[in-house]
């Protein structure tokens, strides 16, 4: 908060309280009254003055938590055409979300395809991809950026709940193997050999990328999953920092932080052989029915993509700015991952074997002939209308393009 004493929030805060874009901020702003104080250049927002127009306008303001709240305003946004973008902060790379929020091209992209269109666009910042998947499934999330186990989770829930058919649409961040998700263990911990973490305590989130190679790396060395401690990444995190937690499997930025304040150590990248992949999903027949509001979404997917390629530095600052995190180290960590929406074979084939490795690993969450969903055409509509050239086939074969990058 700006000042605790004039009960004052800044604007980040206050878009964060409604979960809004900037763009949806100004517009509320303008033609709902919405209740600001300028200071200079400094946009301020009394609080108490915030929760009572919340309360006025409650109707199409979310005040609850993230996916609850999404549900809660369920009925009453899909008469009003809102749409409810789901991602999540947290993890680097799904930061492409994250970043549309702030700078608002969703919204933009939304008025050039449907100009007039009404209705708002929610984001819920939620706190890991399988809570998304639960709001996509009540259908209170249109659209979500998550990894690649809920990806492939979502594949095989889809057998499960036939109203909910879960389509890939873009990839988002892709790390190759070994990087941008890693065994780290405290410092101070000596590790000779691999097999020596079965006897550490470990923690990670439960039914995410992280948990899922952790869960594997274990069964390798004779160790069991069931001594897997399930928390959310910043307790982890915190845990290791403050010598609480001996070991547990961290993203990017978390990685990036440890090791920035030399407070634990990366092991063992070299057995992890997956790459690691992030991507955008969406139910397929809202999609079919939601054409130009996809392509819209994809086409500032795109160009976010091409903002964190060509000027990681800024990228860092809105990102620093956003988790209170220094701006170089965010900048560092956008420069490691690759921003590629691509789809590619392997890409696809990367998907489809981590389901097949979870149907015997977790033990019946996974469901052996859910084959991954995907359709290229929306993206390709996208760079089409974007102009940007477009890939010789909806799949790219091979590795990983080096020029031709989306």
């Known amino acids: 908060m700006v000042d605790k004493r004039l009960n004052l929030l800044s604007i980040h805060e206050a878009m964060d309280m409604l979960g809004v874009s900037r763009s949806t901020f100004d517009r509320w702003r303008k033609q709902k009254r919405l209740p600001f104080t300028k200071l200079g250049k400094e946009i301020l927002i009394d609080k108490l003055e915030l929760e009572s127009w919340i309360k006025h306008h409650s109707s199409g303001i979310p005040q609850q938590s993230p996916i609850d709240l999404a549900a809660s305003q369920h009925g009453a946004s899909q008469q009003q055409g809102t749409i409810t973008i789901g991602y999540q902060s947290g993890y680097a790379h799904v930061w492409t979300s994250a970043l549309m929020k702030e700078l608002g091209w969703f919204e933009e992209e939304l008025e050039r395809m449907l100009p007039g269109r009404k209705g708002d666009v929610r984001w819920v910042d939620a706190a890991n991809g399988p809570e998304l998947l639960k709001g996509m499934i009540g259908g209170h999330v249109q659209i979500a950026s998550m990894g690649d186990y809920p990806i492939a989770l979502s594949s095989s829930l889809a057998q499960l709940f036939p109203s909910f058919q879960s389509i890939l649409l873009a990839f988002d961040g892709k790390s190759a193997r070994g990087n941008g998700i890693s065994l780290v263990?405290?410092?101070?911990?000596?590790?000779?050999?691999?097999?020596?973490?079965?006897?550490?305590?470990?923690?990670?989130?439960?039914?995410s990328s992280p948990g899922y190679r952790l869960s594997k790396l274990l069964s390798a060395v004779g160790g069991s999953p069931n001594q897997i401690v399930h928390q959310n990444m910043d307790a982890t995190m915190a845990g290791i920092v403050h010598?609480?937690?001996?070991?547990?499997?961290?993203v990017e930025p978390y990685l990036s932080i440890v090791q920035y304040h030399g407070t634990g150590q990366v092991l063992f990248q070299e057995e992890l052989v997956e790459d690691y992949l992030a991507g955008v999903i969406a139910e397929e027949s809202w999609v079919r029915e939601n054409r130009e509001v996809v392509?819209?979404?994809?086409k500032a997917h795109l160009r976010v993509h091409q903002f964190l390629r060509s000027e990681p530095a800024q990228a860092g600052k809105i990102i620093g700015r956003m988790k209170g995190i220094p701006a170089d180290l965010m900048g560092r960590v956008v420069k490691k991952i690759r921003w590629d929406s691509a789809l590619y074979k392997k890409d696809i084939r990367t998907l489809n074997l981590l389901k097949q490795e979870n149907a015997w690993l977790e033990g019946g969450f996974f469901i052996h002939d859910a084959a991954i969903k995907y359709d290229a055409g929306f993206l390709e509509e996208a760079m089409q209308a974007l102009r940007l050239p477009l890939p010789d086939t909806g799949l790219l074969a091979g590795e990983w393009e080096q020029e031709q990058v989306y």
Do not use: N
């Open 295 to 298: 392509v819209a979404y994809l």
């Open 185 to 207: 263990v405290r410092k101070g911990i000596h590790i000779r050999e691999v097999t020596d973490i079965s006897k550490l305590k470990m923690r990670t989130v439960a039914q």
């Open 243 to 250: 010598k609480q937690v001996e070991c547990g499997m961290l």
